[in-house]
Nanobody, 121 residues
Framework: QVQLVESGGGSVQAGGSLRLSCASS??????MGWFRQAPGKEREGVAV???????NYADSVKGRFTISQDKAKNTLYLQMNSLKPEDSAMYYC?????????????????WGQGTRVTVSE
């Protein structure tokens, strides 16, 4: 059974940084990623990474966010810099068994409970 537990959310002023972590268990090979959902909006893919370390980012976060993973610790990270108020959302960690190195930004199978990020002006 795959379990994903996020941490690291919080409140920060615009221009600040946060690092999210996702501890996983029971997951072996494929894609992992970060998704977010703001109130009244649909959930969107933010950044994903394959077991081969190939990454993919939403255009809105390119150059500001970096996804990485520590395979020895079974932990996924999202370093978020230059945060904007529009980055405020609940952030979810997700996983998807996937053979190909190009990970999609949608249709993931396993989800964590989420961690909230609030960016103020």
């Amino acid at each position: 059974q795959v379990q994903l537990v996020e941490s690291g959310g919080g409140s920060v002023q615009a221009g600040g940084s946060l690092r999210l972590s996702c501890a996983s268990s029971g997951y072996t090979y494929g894609c992992m990623g970060w998704f977010r959902q703001a109130p009244g909006k649909e959930r969107e893919g933010v950044a994903v990474i394959h077991s081969t370390d190939t990454t993919n980012y939403a255009d809105s976060v390119k150059g500001r966010f970096t996804i990485s993973q520590d395979k020895a610790k079974n932990t996924l990270y999202l370093q978020m810099n230059s945060l904007k108020p529009e980055d405020s959302a609940m952030y979810y960690c997700a996983a998807k068994p996937w053979w190909f190195s190009a990970c999609p930004l949608s249709d993931y199978n396993y989800w964590g409970q989420g961690t909230r990020v609030t960016v103020s002006e």
